[in-house]
Structures are given as C-alpha cells and as structure tokens.
C-alpha cells in the first residue's frame, strides 16, 4: 500500500526497485519491512542513516489492518472478503495520495470499474444491473455537477479522478449506495469545510479534495448502509 502510494504519483514502477530508504538509499531488508511492527522495532528510524520514518507508513499500515479485520469479522473467509478487501484498499491508496497530491491515479480507479463489474456477476451482493447503473449513475452525476461547476464559475471545481471514483463506488456497491456515499460525503465535506473555514479564517481558498470524502462515504455506506437508511427514514416519519 505504502509503496504504491508513494510511486504511483510518481509515475515509478511499484515493482522495482524494491524497498530502499528515501534518504540514504540503501536497500531495506524484509525483516525491516513487516508493517507496524518493523517500525516499531526500528523506533521510527532507518536502521543504517537513522533518518525519521514518515508517520504515514504506520497509519496506513494500521488502517489497513483495521478494515481488513472488519471485514473479515463481516464475511468471513470467503471470496466476498477478498473483493471488499481489494475495494476497501483502493479507498485508502486513493485517499492519501489525493491528499498529499490532490490527483486520483486512473490505475486504480479504472481498473476497479471492471473489477467491481465482474464482481457483481460472480459474487451475490447486488446484481450486474446495479453494479452496471451504479457505474453510470455515479459518474453521470458527478460528471454533471463537475460540468455545471466550470461552466459557472469558471474554474474547476471537482477533478475527473472523483468522476472516476465514484463510478467505481458504484461498480462495487450498485446505484443505490451511490446515492447514499452522494449523501453522505457531501454532509461530512461540507462540516469539514466549514470547520477549516472557521479555523483558517474568510480568506478561504484551499481546495479540499473530494476524493477522501467519497471514500469515507462508500466505506459508511458498505459497512452500516441499511442502518443509516433506516435511521434516516426512521427520523423523517
Ligand atoms: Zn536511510
């Protein structure tokens, strides 16, 4: 993960070469290499210059972990658990590196269309007529809204890379998540925006990137969907 989040946007193969320091450059072992716990034995540091080992490694190692424990406690072992494994992992890749680089890389998010159409052929979750819809539905409608943003005001608002992501959410996850991740990432965005606006003052011309938040609100919406809706509709009787 950590690998592909750091090359990716570099245009670097994810194969070689293999693991090295950033700092000195001297190859990493595979013992100095096992997540969470190599940087735990190393304290932070490269074993040979000592030079600090970003923070990141270790959470998205950690997060990781997280959600495929999820997962796993969800479906099992089971080939389910491998195709949300893969989903869940693309969300995280997709989320750091628009973060650190505001870009959705189109080697994950395209390639999950397809592996999310396949999957809803093999796998029961949703039909391939959902997963089908929801490819269509999600890019269609972020497409328009990208579309309607430029055209008013002139500037882009929302990247081509959500446009793709959220086609792959839907890929995964069929039409009617794709509504609820439309939902709930734009409630989360928009308390997130306001809250940075308040932190940083008026003068508001950060960008946030949209991709983390669509993420957040696919993983809600594959984890807890049916109890949101209900609560939802629970609280507008
Ligand atoms: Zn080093």
């Not at 070469?17 to 735990?40: A, E, T, V």
């Not at 494994?85 to 505001?102: E, P």
Request: include cysteine; charge should be positive.
């Amino acid at each position: 993960m950590n690998v592909c989040i750091y090359r990716l946007p570099r245009e670097e193969s994810i194969v070689l070469p293999g693991s090295h320091c950033p700092h000195c450059d001297r190859p990493i072992k595979f013992y100095d290499n096992i997540p969470l716990f190599s940087y735990l034995l190393l304290k932070g540091k490269c074993r040979h210059c000592g030079a600090p080992i970003s923070l990141q490694y270790p959470i998205v190692e950690g997060v990781t972990a997280f959600f495929s424990l999820l997962m796993f406690l969800r479906f099992g072992p089971s080939l389910d658990y491998f195709f949300f494994f893969a989903f869940v992992s693309g969300l995280i890749l997709i989320t750091v590196i628009d973060l650190f680089h505001q870009i959705i890389p189109d080697v994950v998010s395209l390639p999950g269309i397809g592996v999310g159409l396949l999957g809803s052929l093999i796998l029961p979750h949703i039909s391939f007529l959902a997963s089908l819809v929801g490819v269509l539905l999600g890019g269609g409608i972020l497409f328009l809204v990208a579309s309607g943003y430029q055209w008013l005001f002139k500037r882009e608002g929302m990247g081509g890379g959500d446009v793709k992501l959220l086609a792959m959410i839907g890929a995964f996850l069929g039409w009617k998540a794709v509504i609820l991740t439309i939902f709930l990432s734009s409630l989360i965005g928009s308390i997130v925006g306001v809250l940075i606006m308040i932190l940083k003052g008026k003068d508001f011309k950060y960008a946030i990137p949209f991709g983390p938040f669509l993420s957040l609100g696919a993983i809600l919406a594959l984890f807890w969907g049916e109890q949101i809706v209900r609560w939802y509709l629970m609280l507008n009787r």
